[in-house]
């Protein structure tokens, strides 16, 4: 199988113990580790994979905690570097009753924005399947990283995953926002986008324009997640959308929850030699709805991913229980 490689952010989630609050009403925060591509190679390792993350912290007492916590999970993180120019990014997280979030961050710049294209690991990338996300394409260090990164995984014959996972507070221009997003999906053969995500993107307020837009580029996949509803996967030239209804839960969190279905998403498509047909779109959603549902039942995101073998007895009881 081949490596799964993720580049971007890993940051400190405060998740309050209060919710429907506002932030300076909140009188508890719980700290957890995050940060969407950190997540996402969490979830792969944990589905069976080679995953790594490569990226940047603070040389502060956050980064400690976040490569310790990597660590002790059994991720390498040998690709992790430490900064004394800038500090770990944080991120307060405001929930709703039904676990939905808006964030605040802290973070201009933070330590993993400065990371620079020169420390990047060539062979890690070499023929990966590399995975990012649209935080870390704003004009900093990093995102001259990505375009390389990609560069570099393309030539070599890798697999290139975006999840352009919007974070609207991060940009002050939202126009640039929509370009930058745009021009990184023409590079990516996979891409995932939620409902909300896709017409912000496109600029279609109906599904099926949105997702034929996306067809550009070298893009061969898109992901549609639908939250509690379940996810669909369109391939370039098939008419017929592969779709699963997902799993019903009592959802008290969702930070997390879709880094690492695409996590898993790619792990499974790593099992699977990139082959991505009916069948196998179908086993792959069911496995990384899974995932995602019972990330949902936890409080955090990198905490919360659940092991393989927790995902399918997962499964199981719910076949059991329809």
């Known amino acids: 199988m081949r490596k799964i490689v993720s580049l971007g952010e890993f940051l400190i989630d405060f998740i309050p113990d209060e919710k429907d609050v506002s932030l300076s009403a909140v009188k508890k925060f719980t700290k957890h580790a995050g940060g969407a591509p950190a997540n996402v190679s969490v979830a792969a390792l944990k589905n069976g994979s080679d995953s ?8 502060d007492s956050f980064g400690d905690f976040l490569v310790d916590k990597l660590k002790n999970i059994g991720l390498n993180t040998k690709y992790i570097l430490r900064s004394s120019k ?6 307060f997280v405001l929930l709703t009753k039904d676990g939905e979030r ?4 802290y973070r201009n710049p933070g330590a993993d924005q400065l990371y620079d294209k020169k420390d990047l690991p060539k062979e890690l990338l070499k023929n990966s399947i590399f995975h990012y996300c649209s935080v870390s394409l704003d004009d900093y260090p990093i995102k001259k990283a990505h ?19 919007l974070r609207f507070s991060l940009w002050n221009d939202l126009d640039k926002y929509k370009k930058t997003i745009n021009e990184f999906i023409l590079l ?5 986008v ?3 995500e896709l017409e912000f993107i496109t600029g279609f307020s109906k599904i099926d324009k949105g997702i034929a837009s996306l067809f550009k580029g070298n893009v061969k996949y898109v992901i549609l997640t639908l939250g509690s509803k379940g996810s669909r996967v369109y391939i ?6 592969v779709e699963h209804n997902g799993f019903k839960v009592n959802a008290i969190d969702t930070t997390g929850a879709g880094d690492a279905f695409i996590g898993t998403f790619l792990s499974e498509l790593n099992k699977r030699s990139l082959v991505l047909d009916n069948n196998t779109a179908k086993e792959i959603l069911e496995i990384s709805n899974a995932t995602a549902a019972i990330v949902t039942t936890r409080y955090g995101s990198i905490d919360s991913i659940p092991s393989y073998d927790e995902v ?11």
Request: hydrophobic share 45%; aromatic share 14%; no cysteine.
């Open 52 to 59: 790594y993350f490569i990226g940047q912290v603070g040389a």
């Open 86 to 91: 800038a500090n770990t990014t944080l991120a």
């Open 102 to 105: 808006d964030f605040i961050f």
């Open 147 to 165: 375009l390389a990164a990609i560069k570099y995984v393309r030539e070599s014959n890798g697999f290139i995953s975006f999840d352009p996972n």
């Open 188 to 192: 990516s053969d996979l891409i995932k």
């Open 194 to 196: 939620s409902v909300d």
């Open 236 to 241: 370039r030239g098939v008419k017929e959308f």
């Open 312 to 322: 399918i007895s997962f499964i199981q009881n719910n076949h059991k229980n329809i």
